[in-house]
């Protein structure tokens, strides 16, 4: 497969045969995982879905989650509301739904590098409008005809938030689907959950990876009208969402205490490690993600901290893609973590 080797790369930030070993002690702020670990109270509900839970198929429609996501967030049901196994799933989903092979999907750039292989294997065209230097939309975003544009807020990698008024203009002015990422919103000071009541072409996607320290549960949900939910419902696995994440993403998401508890301590070290690069000399947008920018234009060349941060076991990402070869994308770690990072970037760049 053509894009086999590009898919992994871009999800695990590594590829085969790069995966640390066993008991191998690396900091990984490559990808985004939150460093606290999830609520006691989803580790119960996993242990609670028992012999008899794993014995059964699970609830194809899993109604407990999306009735539960519904209430939170103030949806009128479970129809405004659907699941998958990472909202990775569910952006191929949006994809395979409202996209014929040939047809156009949009996004900006720099964004999430999934958009653009999803879209391509699925045989459609993948078109980006470029976000100026500061990471903003320009005027051009409002003129773009396709049958989806996927924006990331915050988008991804520049931690930078779009303001609402814009995604707002993007609703109205783009024919097809807009799918708002906002698999960092919970890091954010908005979000966009009223777009989907007020725009009859908004999504809203969250995942459980971030805010929630379940990446490796794999849980995602999508919020929309319930026509564009039904539309989904029909392409989706029959079984996308195991017993286990079912059970899981419900109870994280009723603990919203614990949520905002690691929530905050994420964003506390986020500004002191912002202040601390920008001290440093490197140019860091404000980050309203669980990640920063920091742009080296400079000694050494970026991808010699890169690699030197690697050389003493500390992986950040490093995106060999126009405009971006002079930043790294730091995920924030615990405070501990965040210190060991800072000295080695001190050491490799006096
Ligand atoms: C913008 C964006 N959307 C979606 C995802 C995928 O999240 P999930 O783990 O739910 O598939 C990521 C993961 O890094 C992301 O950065």
Not at 50 to 62: Q, V
Not at 83 to 106: H, K, Q, Y
Not at 171 to 192: L, N, R, T
Request: charged fraction near 25%.
């Amino acid at each position: 497969m053509k894009y086999q080797r590009e898919i992994l790369k871009q999800v695990s930030g590594y590829v085969p045969g790069e995966q640390p070993k066993p008991g191998e002690r690396i900091i990984k702020l490559n990808t985004n995982e939150n460093p606290y670990p999830p609520s006691p109270r989803v580790m119960e509900a996993i242990a609670a879905v028992g012999a008899d839970g794993l014995r059964r198929y699970p609830d194809p429609n899993a109604v407990e989650l999306r009735k539960t996501a519904a209430e939170l967030y103030g949806f009128a049901g479970p129809e405004w509301v659907i699941a998958g196994n990472g909202s990775d799933e569910l952006l191929a989903m949006i994809i395979r739904t409202f996209v014929d092979p040939g047809e156009t999907v949009w996004s900006a750039y720099p964004t999430y590098s999934l958009y653009d292989t999803l879209v391509k294997l699925h045989g459609a065209k993948y078109a980006s409008v470029d976000l100026d230097r500061e990471f903003r939309m320009t005027p051009e975003f409002f003129t773009r005809q396709g049958r989806v544009f996927f924006l990331a807020r915050p988008n991804a990698p520049s931690g930078v938030s779009s303001p609402k008024a814009e995604v707002e203009k993007l609703c109205k002015s783009f024919p097809g689907v807009v799918v708002i990422d906002e698999a960092y919103a919970d890091f954010d000071e908005d979000d966009c959950m009223d777009f989907p009541r007020r725009f009859e072409n908004a999504i809203v996607t969250r995942t459980f990876s971030k805010s929630y320290s379940l990446c490796g549960l794999r849980a995602g949900l999508a919020f929309a009208r319930p026509e564009i939910i039904a539309e989904l419902m029909k392409t989706k696995d029959s079984y996308n969402m195991s017993a286990v994440s079912q059970a899981g993403a419900t109870a994280a998401l009723r603990d919203q205490a614990h949520m905002r508890a690691n929530r905050d301590k994420v964003i506390a070290t986020r500004a002191r490690l912002t202040r601390a690069l920008r001290e440093m000399g490197f140019t860091v947008p404000d980050s309203k993600g669980n990640y920063v920018l920091a742009r080296w234009g400079g000694r050494p060349d970026t991808k010699g901290i890169f690699t030197g941060l690697r050389e003493r076991k500390i992986v950040v990402r490093y995106f060999d893609a126009r405009n971006l070869t002079d930043a790294l994308r730091i995920s924030i770690g615990t405070d501990a973590e965040t210190d060991t990072l800072l000295a080695a970037i001190r050491e490799i760049v006096k």
